[in-house]
Structures are given as structure tokens and as C-alpha cells.
């Protein structure tokens, strides 16, 4: 059954944040990391969905503002072009924080899409307070950004919450020998279950309802979002 939930943007110092969560609040929780859109619509959407699921969702905002609501999508490329590794880890942390503290939550995991799930698997190898990590088409590229100064494949070996992946097989940004990488580094693992989920004709960012005039990506996305609530449900329930 779905929970009502209640949505607003709040401020967490001096950071932006989107927060959904069920009426009353939750023990379990979720820190969403955007992809290049920011907290346009499509993200908002995912935090209301897992709220409706029972959990608190809390976005972090790349962007501290924009959006692709209000943002060409050229302005926000330049814009991811300019973040910092160590400066968008710290203000999840923060964030992270918030929701293991004011906002009461007792077990919290962490999904991101396209360049948050890139951090999301960072994240993941640093703060072994997360419960799970949940990366849908991470962008860790072949040959890795300029201001790629964190190595992600590392950090993915480091985590030792649950893992659920998710490659599109016909990503262009994301070569197979990157994923590889990333899977060898998830199965080197000695602690953490790990779900893989391959798409094989998906292109990436499948999730964003902007590439769902293709068909594969639609039916990749509605195949993969029933189960990630799940594994966000299972693994972020409060110890009994």
C-alpha cells in the first residue's frame, strides 16, 4: 500500500535540498543523487515514489539552484564540468548527516543515477554508515573526466553494504570495459551482496522519461524501478 507522503525544499546549512518523505516520517531513508538535471521533475518523481514506499528521500542538489527545469542542458554539461570530487563527498556527507539525525532516520542508503551514481559507489566505499548503494548507469567513463580526481572503481571495492548496479548494454559513455571494472571490483568484495542488472539494447541514463521514446529504455526502466524499491525497502528496514 502506498503511503501519503509530504514534499519541501529545505535548507541543510547552507545546501538546497528536495525532501519527500510519508506523512510522520520514517526510519528508513534514502539519499538521492541526481543525475545532470538536478532536482528537475523527473528526480523529484523518484524521491515521491520511494516516499510513497515508506522511505524518506533527501536530494542532493549539484546544481545549488539550477535545474534542467529552468537550465539548458548545455549550462548544466559546463556546470558538471566544474564540480569537485572532495566538495560534492562533503556536502553529501552533510546531508547524510541530516537525515541520520534531524530528520530521524535510523538506516540509510544511497541511490544516484548517470553522475551521482558515479558518487553513489564513492560514497559508498567511504561512509559505511549506508545501508545499501543503488547505482543506476553510473558514468565512470573509460578513460576518466578531468575532474574525475577520486577513482571510483577503488571505492567500489571498499563498500560493504549491498550493491544493486544497473548497465545499460548499449551505453556509449560507459564502455563494457568499464563496467567490467566496476563488477570485478563489486565481486572482489569479501562483505556486501552484489545484484547486477544488465539491459542489454538500453542506452544510458534508460531512467530518464526524456529517453523513453525509444522502447528498450522504457521497458528497461519499468523492469528495474519496481525492484530497486524493493532492494531500497529491504535493505534500509530498521533492525528487529
Same mark, same amino acid.
Given at each position: 500500500m502506498a503511503h501519503e507522503i509530504e514534499t519541501s525544499t529545505i535548507k541543510v546549512g547552507d545546501l538546497g535540498a528536495y525532501l519527500a518523505q510519508p506523512l510522520g516520517g520514517s526510519k528508513s531513508g534514502?539519499?538521492?543523487?541526481?543525475?545532470?538535471?538536478?532536482?528537475?521533475?523527473?528526480?523529484?518523481?523518484? #524521491?515521491?515514489d520511494i516516499a510513497r514506499a515508506g522511505l524518506t528521500a533527501l $536530494?542532493?542538489? @549539484?546544481? =545549488?539552484?539550477?535545474?534542467i527545469d529552468d537550465t539548458p542542458r548545455d549550462r548544466l554539461a559546463e556546470l558538471m564540468r566544474?564540480?569537485?570530487?572532495?566538495?560534492?563527498?562533503?556536502e553529501m556527507r552533510r546531508l547524510l548527516d541530516h537525515l541520520l539525525g534531524e530528520l530521524g532516520v535510523e538506516r540509510a542508503g544511497v541511490i544516484g543515477w548517470c553522475l551521482g551514481g558515479r558518487f553513489a559507489m564513492i560514497l559508498g566505499g567511504r561512509d559505511?554508515?549506508? #545501508?545499501?548503494?543503488v547505482a543506476y548507469h553510473?558514468?565512470?567513463?573509460? $578513460?576518466?573526466? @578531468?575532474? =574525475?580526481?577520486?577513482d571510483a572503481v577503488e571505492h567500489t571495492a571498499r563498500i560493504k553494504a549491498p550493491v544493486?548496479?544497473?548497465?545499460?548494454?548499449a551505453d556509449t559513455l560507459v564502455p563494457q570495459q568499464s563496467f567490467a571494472r566496476l563488477q570485478e571490483a563489486l565481486h572482489s568484495r569479501d562483505s556486501g551482496p552484489s545484484l547486477v542488472h544488465v539491459y542489454p539494447h538500453a542506452e544510458h541514463g534508460f531512467s530518464d522519461r526524456s529517453?523513453?521514446?525509444?522502447?528498450?529504455?522504457?521497458?528497461?526502466?519499468?523492469?528495474?524501478?519496481?525492484?530497486?524499491?524493493?532492494?531500497?525497502?529491504?535493505?534500509t528496514a530498521p533492525a528487529t
Open positions: 534514502m539519499l538521492l543523487l541526481p543525475m545532470i538535471t538536478g532536482i528537475g521533475a523527473q528526480v523529484r518523481e523518484y #524521491a515521491e $536530494t542532493w542538489d @549539484p546544481w =545549488h539552484g539550477p535545474s566544474q564540480l569537485d570530487d572532495e566538495a560534492c563527498l562533503d559505511e554508515r549506508l #545501508a545499501n548503494v553510473p558514468t565512470v567513463p573509460g $578513460t576518466p573526466a @578531468p575532474n =574525475h580526481t577520486v544493486l548496479m544497473l548497465y545499460p548494454g529517453r523513453h521514446g525509444n522502447e528498450v529504455n522504457a521497458t528497461a526502466y519499468a523492469i528495474s524501478w519496481p525492484q530497486a524499491l524493493e532492494f531500497m525497502k529491504v535493505t
